[in-house]
């Protein structure tokens, strides 16, 4: 069954950092672009940050020299680093991955940050 699993959500300061993680399994074709989006309470999904299969990264204008999106092709990973948290980034985040079939999420890990 086709799945991709986050981790690495969690509770930090401001300030901190948090690495997330996010697996994808059972996928019958190639993944080509993967990224992150989130969702903060009474607000729409959000665009984080996207990498396609040969690395080129895309980020929101809002974690631009915050946060690193990075990827395992073998390994059908895909990683946020995540720098200088601040309280406005606490939402869901959930990572995505495109085949030429089909798009998959994942069911989101929860990211808060304290002031």
């Known amino acids: 069954q086709a799945q991709l699993v986050e981790s690495g959500g969690g509770l930090v300061q401001a300030g901190g950092s948090l690495r997330l993680s996010c697996a994808a399994s059972g996928i019958p074709w190639s993944i080509n672009d993967m990224g992150w989006y989130r969702r903060a309470p009474g607000k729409q999904r959000e665009a984080v940050a996207t990498?396609?299969?040969?690395?080129?990264?895309n980020y929101a204008n809002f974690v631009k020299g915050r946060f690193t999106i990075s990827r395992d092709n073998a390994k059908n990973m895909v990683y946020l680093q995540m720098n200088s948290l601040k309280p406005e980034d606490t939402a869901d985040y959930s990572c995505?991955?495109?085949?030429?079939?089909?798009?998959?999420w994942g069911q989101g890990t929860q990211v808060t940050v304290s002031s």
């Open positions: 995505n991955a495109i085949t030429i079939f089909k798009n998959y």
């Open positions: 990498i396609t299969r040969g690395g080129s990264t």
